[in-house]
């Protein structure tokens, strides 16, 4: 039998202004095992998670 790898630890900011898109991309990481994922639909306010979260990887548009 051969698991998925296990991320659960890594942290995301996903950014972008269409919650349509936020919510693709989100699922295809809880598909992948990153649980741990905030989301920001501006740079004004991921410039302000991104300093409290302290995210290990940012994906934007």
Request: aromatic share 8%.
């Amino acid at each position: 039998m051969h698991l998925a790898p296990s991320f659960p630890n890594l942290s995301v900011l996903l950014i972008d202004s269409s919650p349509h898109y936020r919510r693709i991309v989100r699922t295809m990481l809880y598909q992948a095992q990153l649980h741990r994922i905030f989301e920001a639909p501006d740079l004004s306010s991921a410039a302000t998670m991104f300093i409290q979260k302290q995210p290990n990887i940012v994906i934007l548009d």
